[in-house]
């Protein structure tokens, strides 16, 4: 297969882009097509594509399973929500505007997948971030606007000081962009806060999740499902990129960063309880599971050694997180425009218990890989407190799935075959994924999640159920 597959893989959907102001409506249903090259990328990815004429350094492509695991979810994401919107979003105003601004994020998502260099990165990071805005603010009205006006100022001071980061890193690599000579290198203090601090803003985890639950519940259902899904998976893939693999400065680090994980994970799964919107309930649950994800870095950094251990556990935790949360979000849209019949709320529940670890879900594989890590690692006397982590967020799962349920008693026809199928591959694959990349699971898995889940958190969350059921104070 030809290296020039690369260059599809951001340019297809600015291709799509500068046809819209052309063909306008007809270009409509054959957008989703631009994520197809990405797809196939992932699936059978060539030789990595030298672009010298861009700028010295450029490289995109890879074939380690990160880049081919983060880049095959993002495709299919994108590729359904794509789907999806195109069939919820009517023929409302600014409904080009929107799919202009939905081309330049999957462009940008896509290219800091596959960018192996900084400016690449950070080219598609800041098209990305900055075409996210339109997404949001797309209904109009005071709400929007808030939301947007909050995101964006938010992610202008992220791209500040990630530039700042990046080129401090730079510096330090004697004027080399490539991310291969960025983790042979050391990292200081101050470059390493400015990473994390321009990237946490993207990947909305606490403190800087602000932006993340006003956002949500004002953005369409497919724009909620690729920002949860898709793009707070590219912060935490970027910090991940930017630093060594091994180095005092983030051994320093690994202790506050799990702490500030733990006690997000905690944290937003409280208020996501006090919640009203099934879709904030959903974006709490995204800022929890974010937690989770800074812990898993923090598990890493405190290691003298790599452990692909963890690097597995980062792929499988960033694959079944960002499908399941993006099923569940289309759900949460398609619930307000259509009646689920019976059988339907069996399949929306299976993202549901991935994401909570349930036996023989992809979850389950995340949980026992987590587990393992943690009591092999300096952070074992924390395992209690990860098992209230875990429990919370099988609570907030049920007060989400709870406030479908009420939210549908107002529809009446089902809902129409463009959303029902998109989401439904989704939601199967959410089910599935990590399965199928890791197959050795199955034989260990499903005696670890039973008893995680059904000795540990299946009888307190009966015995609390009110928790998710009763409104509360705060909705």
């Known amino acids: ?129 900055l075409s996210a805005y339109g997404l949001i603010v797309h209904r109009g009205g005071p709400g929007p606007r808030r939301a947007g006006r909050l995101y964006l100022q938010l992610a202008i001071c992220g791209e500040m000081l990630l530039l700042a980061g990046l080129l401090l890193r730079t510096h330090a690599a004697d004027q080399a962009f490539d991310f291969a000579s960025w983790q042979a290198q050391p990292i200081d203090h101050l470059t390493l806060a400015l990473l994390l601090l321009g990237l946490g803003l993207k990947a909305g985890f606490w403190p800087l999740h602000v932006w993340l639950p006003l956002a949500h519940p004002e953005a369409p259902a497919p724009a909620s499902a690729v920002l949860s899904g898709a793009m707070l998976k590219a912060g935490i893939l970027g910090i991940w990129r930017c630093v060594p693999e091994t180095d005092p400065t983030l051994t320093a680090w690994s202790m506050p960063l799990l702490l500030i994980g733990l006690f997000g994970a905690l944290y937003a799964a409280a208020l996501g309880l006090c919640a009203g919107k099934s879709k904030a309930v959903l974006a709490w649950s995204s800022v929890s599971q974010m937690g989770w994800l800074l812990m898993v870095m923090a598990l890493a950094w405190s290691l003298e050694a790599p452990s692909p251990a963890l690097l597995t556990l980062l792929v499988l935790f960033g694959v079944h997180h960002g499908l399941a949360k993006g099923a569940l979000f289309l759900a949460a849209g398609m619930v307000h425009e259509g009646r689920l019949p019976r059988p339907g709320w069996l399949l929306l529940v299976l993202p549901a218990l991935a994401i909570m670890g349930a036996p023989l879900t992809s979850g389950a594989a995340v949980k026992y890989l987590f587990k393992d890590a943690l009591h092999d690692s300096l952070f074992a006397a924390w395992a209690p407190w990860l098992t209230l982590a875990s429990f919370a967020t099988a609570l907030l799962l049920l007060r989400a799935l709870w406030l479908m349920w009420r939210d549908q008693q107002y529809a009446s026809a089902p809902p129409a075959a463009g959303q029902w199928l998109p989401w439904a591959l989704l939601s199967l694959a959410a089910g599935v994924s990590d399965w199928c990349m890791s197959p050795a699971y199955w034989m260990l898995v499903p005696a670890y999640g039973s008893l995680w889940l059904g000795g540990r958190c299946m009888p307190a969350g009966i015995a609390t159920s009110s928790a998710v059921w009763r409104p509360w104070p705060c909705a």
């Open 1 to 129: 297969m030809s290296a020039w597959l690369w260059l599809l893989v951001p340019f297809a959907p600015l291709l799509g882009a500068a046809l819209l102001p052309w063909l306008r409506e007809r270009a409509l249903p054959w957008l989703w097509l631009s994520g197809l090259p990405a797809l196939l990328a992932a699936l059978q990815p060539p030789m990595a594509l030298e672009l010298p004429w861009l700028w010295e350094g450029v490289r995109w492509g890879a074939d380690d399973v990160l880049t081919r695991a983060w880049l095959g979810f993002s495709a299919v994401l994108w590729t359904c929500a794509a789907v999806f919107a195109s069939s919820s979003l009517g023929n409302g105003a600014g409904r080009l505007r929107f799919w202009m601004f939905w081309q330049l994020a999957v462009a940008g998502n896509l290219l800091l997948i596959i960018a192996t260099d900084a400016l690449s990165f950070y080219l598609g990071f800041s098209a990305m971030s």
